[in-house]
């Protein structure tokens, strides 16, 4: 009976009713004057080098950098591009900091659009061998995080049957994922802040947004849909002017064929109050900033550095080659040791 319902509501993905459900919005689009700041605490004395890794916004389908500038920070630095995914960084580096703390500054600004894809299942072509050749690395079985283990193919399998049809079996994930397992703004008792996980997300009933979503590009790639992570921040009307810490948000995309990727932010599309899964489920609104693609960074190059960064939320730091705390520590009486505030005007 679940998988019948499961179904029945991927029939939703029409296009019949998501105009009923106001789900496809005509593009819109927005400027945005950011200015970002990050913050590295918790130096020892003593340190001899710190090498620092900022996260910084590019160009990507839905995004425009129009202009960006480094505000002078505490020590040389240069623009990198990690060669895996092509996401750029601010890359700093600080010798004998004598500083418990340092910061860095950019600002910029990004024209970013809307997105809504009206997903007709009867239009979806199926994943063929160039695909898989093609999309290797978005159909990985072994990624850090978002492995595919006996619980998550069985998890995929059971929701899907014998349906094979690329879009109505994301559709059948997508709400899987949102019916099983809540974000922590909807269930307070699951993990608000953690390196993001399938497993464990299936295992605690949820948690935060890396989380949702890993479980989902896990389900996917089960199904051999190729499925991949992005991460960035939203840029929230409440907060036009103030600085404020945006927090981060990640979403997913993931490839039907004759549609391309199509993005997905599971937990706005299980909002309460908000427009709907059919709106999330196939697309994103202006209102968010891009930052990089995918998970397993290689940051190597440096003195310091020779391992892949898992997890890039804010940045990653080294100091005198031990890596920063991204996310506080597993007591929680140690907070992350890299924070970022935004400060932002808009304009149409």
């Not at 179904?7 to 789900?23: H, K, R």
């Not at 590019?58 to 995914?85: C, K, M, N």
């Not at 996917?220 to 948000?249: F, M, S």
């Amino acid at each position: 009976m679940k998988l019948l319902a499961l179904l029945a509501a991927s029939m939703a993905f029409g296009p019949a009713a998501l105009a009923a459900d106001d789900a496809v919005a005509k593009p819109t689009s927005a400027t945005f004057h950011v200015r970002q700041s990050t913050v590295l605490s918790d130096i020892p004395p003593g340190t001899k080098l710190v090498e620092w890794w900022i996260a910084i916004p590019g160009d990507s389908r839905y995004q425009d950098i129009l202009d960006f500038r480094v505000v002078p920070g505490p020590g040389a630095w240069r623009i990198v591009t990690e060669p895996e995914h092509g996401n750029r960084f601010l890359y700093v580096e600080v010798a004998d900091p004598r500083t418990g703390s340092l910061s860095a500054t950019v600002e910029f600004t990004v024209r970013r659009e809307s997105t809504a894809v009206e997903v007709d299942p009867a239009m979806a072509g199926p994943i063929t061998d160039s695909h898989r050749r093609i999309f290797a690395d978005e159909l990985r079985r072994d990624a850090p995080h978002m492995r595919v283990d006996d619980a998550i193919q069985r998890m995929a399998d059971e929701t899907c049957g014998g349906e094979d049809n690329v879009a109505t079996q994301a559709r059948l994930l997508l709400d899987a994922v949102a019916d099983r397992v809540n974000h922590y703004s909807i269930d307070p008792s699951v993990p608000k802040c953690s390196p993001g996980d399938a497993e464990a997300c299936l295992e605690q009933g949820g948690g935060c947004c890396t989380d949702l979503h890993s479980l989902f590009i896990a389900l996917a790639r089960a199904r051999g849909i190729p499925a991949r992570l992005q991460v960035g921040y939203r840029l929230r009307e409440a907060n036009v002017g103030k600085e404020v810490d945006p927090g981060y948000r990640c979403w997913a995309e993931y490839f039907v064929p004759a549609y391309g990727w199509i993005p997905t932010d599971i937990v706005e599309a299980d909002d309460p109050d908000g427009p709907g899964r059919a709106r999330w489920f196939s697309g994103l609104t202006e209102r968010r900033v891009w930052l990089n693609q995918g998970r397993g960074f290689d940051l190597a190059g440096s003195a310091a550095t020779a391992r892949r960064v898992d997890t890039m939320v804010v940045g990653h730091a080294e100091i005198d080659g031990e890596p920063a705390r991204v996310l506080p520590d597993a007591t929680g009486q140690r907070p992350a040791q890299i924070t970022r505030t935004v400060h932002f005007t808009a304009s149409r």
